[in-house]
């Protein structure tokens, strides 16, 4: 087995670990709400998205894939530009994850893709039609999935008013139940799909099997690549991002079932719209914000500071990994002797963080304990939209 076949085996194993955390890493996108409202236990919801998230591998094709598998030109795509660009993204993800901030695991590996392609091959090496798709989304998803939110709130607020059903009344619950499964199935078709795009983009600049190019010039893989890649996604939803989970259930605003349910339609328009379309979009981005729409539209408020803090993570994230995915592949161009030494000693520091950060982390019995009962969300004031502090529900 020579050195290369070696080294793309390790790069495939990277790349379902980068799939994995971004599982965890947004698993809040699909089961903040539900959990926030206690349709689901805490305990319970992750393995409810999980399964959703691995059937979308048989609902979805793989328009996502095509547009990140050519991010970066495949004679650039080599196995120092695929380490780099997936060491950034995690790298970036883990920092987020563990200060329990919602950024974008999309525009991480997307950022990834940028800085070690421009590394390698500077501006030839970017295939600039594909990053333009992402440049729209990030400024489209949101407004999309915070305007269909709000309106969405205001639509269900007026249905109460003909029908004076409260605010968690089971056909809330049960409809949030239902868009919360559809919010699982869109995260897992457009995140797992970026990272059956990397795995064939690697294959393709490596001159491996199991992707190829059609006619068209669309990608099309192996049965194993998806079916690795789906499954990757959904055991890191199975194990909880509960940091995360935290902040865009509890920290944004207070959700009730109705609103709940609301962020959902809001969020599912968005991930379905634009995987349809082929648009690598952030999940997260999309979900936050149609949990902020429709926390606004019901008179719930705003934890501005809290999302003000999510604003600046998505801002920051792009250029973050642009850099260090850059610097990373620099690092892989030192002298061989050089570059084993500090390539290795990062992996060392890296997995020594993941180690911690990962067994020293909150579970789902602390993010339950913080939900508040029924009695207390009766009783809570709504927020002023300038409040600033922790959150809405302390």
Do not use: C
């Amino acid at each position: 087995m020579d050195l290369l076949l070696l080294s793309v085996i390790a790069l495939v194993a990277l790349a379902l670990l980068f799939d994995f955390t971004n599982g965890f890493h947004d698993a809040a996108n699909s089961v903040a709400t539900v959990v926030a409202t206690r349709v689901l236990p805490a305990k319970w919801a992750p393995a409810f998205s999980a399964f959703f998230n691995f059937v979308a591998f048989f609902v979805f094709g793989l328009a996502i894939a095509n547009t990140v598998g050519k991010v970066v030109d495949s004679a650039y795509s080599g196995v120092a530009v695929i380490f780099a660009a997936l060491m950034g993204a995690i790298i970036w993800n883990y920092i987020t994850w563990w200060v329990g901030m919602p950024s974008s695991s999309s525009h991480a590996l997307v950022g990834g893709l940028v800085g070690a392609g421009l590394a390698a091959g500077w501006v030839d090496a970017i295939d600039w039609s594909a990053v333009e798709k992402v440049v729209v989304a990030i400024i489209a998803s949101p407004v999309v999935a915070f305007t269909v939110a709000f309106l969405s709130m205001f639509v269900i607020g007026g249905l109460q008013r003909l029908t004076k059903i409260h605010d968690d009344h089971w056909v809330f619950k049960g409809g949030q139940l239902i868009s919360a499964a559809a919010v699982s199935l869109g995260h897992g078709a457009n995140d797992a799909q970026k990272t059956v795009g990397v795995i064939a983009a690697l294959l393709l600049g490596t001159g491996f099997s199991g992707a190829s190019t059609n006619a068209e010039g669309d990608i099309t893989v192996a049965t194993w690549i998806p079916i690795a890649a789906y499954s990757a996604i959904a055991v890191g939803t199975l194990w909880g991002g509960w940091k995360i989970i935290e902040t865009m259930g509890l920290r944004i605003t207070t959700l009730h079932a109705n609103s709940g349910l609301a962020a959902n339609i809001g969020a599912v328009t968005a991930m379905f719209g634009a995987t349809h379309y082929g648009i690598p979009i952030s999940t997260t981005h999309a979900a936050a914000n149609s949990v902020a729409g429709a926390g606004v539209a019901s008179g719930r408020g705003l934890n501005l500071r809290v999302f003000g803090e999510m604003v600046l993570a998505w801002v920051a994230t792009i250029p973050a990994t642009v850099t260090v995915s850059f610097l990373l592949y620099k690092m892989t161009q030192l002298p061989t002797a050089l570059a084993w030494v500090s390539v290795g000693s990062l992996l060392f520091v890296v997995g020594g963080f993941i180690a911690y950060a990962m067994s020293h982390t909150i579970g789902a019995d602390e993010v339950a304990a913080e939900i508040p009962t029924t009695d207390e969300l009766e009783e809570h004031v709504p927020l002023h939209p300038t409040i600033e502090g922790r959150g809405p529900v302390e």
